[in-house]
T-cell receptor
Framework: LAKTTQPISMDSYEGQEVNITCSHNNIATNDYITWYQQFPSQGPRFIIQGYKTKVTNEVASLFIPADRKSSTLSLPRVSLSDTAVYYCLVDRDYKLSFGAGTTVTVRA | DGGITQSPKYLFRKEGQNVTLSCEQN?????MYWYRQDPGQGLRLIYY???????QKGDIAEGYSVSREKKESFPLTVTSAQKNPTAFYLC??????????????FGPGTRLTVT
């Protein structure tokens, strides 16, 4: 049973905001929500992590509702270089479970 | 300049041969991991190690072996028993596991092709 469900792909244009929603209905109390970004033929890179409410850093924001059954990664003003696969993970320790992720394609 | 190195970037082997993939980190992390990625798929955990001289099987350990004799090194051997070894292999490290989720740092990967 998959821990998370996210769209397979999303298209956007340069300068737009991209929002990727991830469902995690069976999230446990101690689970954190983490997002990674992966470019082709490279290892994934940590983007952001949160437990509840909203977290923001220099590259993204993460919105988590009170029930924590879903989360939304927001990428403001995307550029062509943001074209990548984005993974949503929920985990409470050092073992991570990666699904197929969401392929985001940014067009000029 | 801290990070994780994997070598080589591309590796070609004949079927039936064992092959060892290198992974080194200078981040002083206790935990290290090996993942496999097939085209269009997410990452699957092969083995992980939380501390030197200790390691555990992940979700797809059959046909693979590892060792953790030094904190900074976690080599992966793909044996001839692995039925479909051709894949992209990623090594990662993180701070020790615990009650919270820790950020994993990934290497650049090794693409193994077995014919």
């Amino acid at each position: 049973l998959a821990k998370t469900t996210q769209p397979i792909s999303m298209d956007s244009y340069e300068g737009q905001e991209v929002n990727i929603t991830c469902s995690h209905n069976n999230i446990a109390t101690n689970d954190y929500i983490t997002w990674y970004q992966q470019f082709p033929s490279q290892g994934p890179r940590f983007i952001i992590q949160g437990y509840k409410t909203k977290v923001t850093n220099e590259v993204a924001s993460l919105f988590i509702p009170a029930d924590r059954k879903s989360s939304t990664l927001s990428l403001p003003r995307v550029s062509l270089s943001d074209t990548a696969v984005y993974y949503c993970l929920v985990d409470r320790d050092y073992k991570l479970s990666f699904g197929a992720g969401t392929t985001v394609t940014v067009r000029a | 300049d801290g990070g994780i190195t994997q070598s080589p970037k591309y590796l070609f082997r004949k079927e039936g041969q064992n092959v060892t993939l290198s992974c080194e980190q200078n981040l002083n992390h206790d935990a290290m991991y090996w993942y496999r990625q097939d085209p269009g798929q997410g990452l699957r955990l092969i083995y992980y190690s939380q501390i030197v001289n200790d390691f555990q099987k992940g979700d797809i350990a059959e046909g693979y072996s590892v060792s953790r004799e030094k904190k900074e090194s976690f080599p992966l051997t793909v044996t001839s028993a692995q039925k479909n070894p051709t894949a992209f292999y990623l090594c990662a490290s993180s701070e020790p596991g615990g009650g919270n989720s820790y950020e994993q740092y990934f290497g650049p990967g090794t693409r193994l092709t077995v014919t």
